[in-house]
């Protein structure tokens, strides 16, 4: 019965930082590649970042790259999402999803979903 567990969110002001967290429940979590995707009311959910099993391997939205930094320690069963130069436009409700086997940047190939973490970036 594995369970994925967001944290962090909140308000910040244009330009601030906000570091999330994902708990992962289960014993064969470093078999799975994690992924961070956001949706905003309206909109369709989007790639964030994605991080390898083994941590060794990372991808970003274009938009991300350079402020977003995705992270993961397997002994904790935890995968990190820090987030810096914040935008009004990262504004969304984040997850954390987990899937067997290599990256992906789709949402419907991550089977395992989060119940999602409010950022907010005030203007």
């Known amino acids: 019965q594995g369970q994925l567990v967001e944290s962090g969110g909140g308000l910040v002001q244009t330009g601030g930082s906000l570091r999330l967290s994902c708990a992962a429940s289960g014993r064969t979590f470093s078999s799975y590649a994690m992924g961070w995707f956001r949706q905003a009311p309206g909109k369709e959910r989007e790639f964030v970042a994605a991080?390898?099993?083994?941590?060794?391997?990372?991808d970003y939205a274009d938009s991300m790259k350079g402020r977003f930094t995705i992270s993961r320690d397997n002994a904790k069963n935890t995968v990190s999402l820090q987030m810096n130069s914040l935008k009004p436009e990262d504004t969304a409700n984040y997850y954390c999803a987990a899937r067997a086997g290599p990256i992906q940047k789709i949402a419907v190939l991550y089977p395992y979903w989060g119940q999602g973490t409010q950022v907010t970036v005030s203007s």
């Open positions: 991080i390898s099993g083994s941590g060794g391997i990372t």
